[in-house]
Structure formats: C-alpha cells, structure tokens
C-alpha cells in the first residue's frame, strides 16, 4: 500500500518558519517528482513547488519564490518544504503529491498538514 505522510505543520507567527516533511511508504521516491501543493478555505489548490527525480530542477510558484524551499533526501525517502518569511496568506492545507517521471498526472497524494500563520 502506497502512502504519503505529511507533517510539520502547525501555528506560526507572521515571519516565522516551518519545515514540511513528505515521506513515502510503498513506493520509492527516487522515481517520481514531487509537488508541494497547497489548498486554502474557498480557493483552489495550487502548486507551490515542485522539485524533479534528481533534484536538479525546481519550480516555485511567484508568491513563494525566496521563500520557500524545496529539496529531497532519497535515502530517506523523504521530500521537505522549508518555508521562510511566512505570510498570514501562507495558511493553507498543504499536501504533497508524487508524479511517476512518465505520468501526465500525481499519482499519489498525502492527506495534508495544516499550516496556520497568525499573531
């Protein structure tokens, strides 16, 4: 059974940092690249980062960009998201999601951490 687990969510003041774990059971991560998305109350999800199988290539939607980072540890099989600087328009729902190198879709999807960001 395929699972992703995310954690390290939470309550943060504004400027504060958090830093999200993305661990696989079942699948080997080396062979999927992995989203970071996140979904806030009345908005529709969104992709906030995103890195390749090899690790070479990332991708950061505008409002995060220089603030978050995304980066993976295969040996683990972990995918994190470390983010800066955080917003009150940071709270969300965040999951992350791998995508087989050759599927036109996420294939797997974690069931989310909640990320609330206020004094």
């Known amino acids: 059974q395929v699972q992703l687990v995310e954690s390290g969510g939470g309550l943060v003041q504004p400027g504060g940092s958090l830093r999200l774990s993305c661990t696989a059971s079942?699948?080997?991560?080396?062979?999927?690249?992995i989203g970071w998305f996140r979904q806030a109350p009345g908005k529709e999800r969104e992709l906030v980062a995103r890195?390749?199988?090899?690790?070479?290539?990332?991708y950061y939607t505008d409002s995060v960009k220089g603030r978050f980072t995304i980066s993976r540890d295969n040996a683990k099989n972990t995918v994190y998201l470390q983010m800066n600087s955080l917003k009150p328009e940071d709270t969300a729902v965040y999951y992350c999601?791998?995508?087989?190198?050759?599927?036109?879709?996420?294939?797997?999807w974690g069931q989310g951490t909640q990320v609330t960001v206020s004094s």
């Open positions: 890195i390749k199988m090899s690790g070479s290539s990332t």
């Open positions: 079942g699948i080997t991560l080396d062979y999927y690249n």
């Open positions: 999601a791998a995508q087989l190198v050759a599927s036109q879709h996420y294939d797997y």
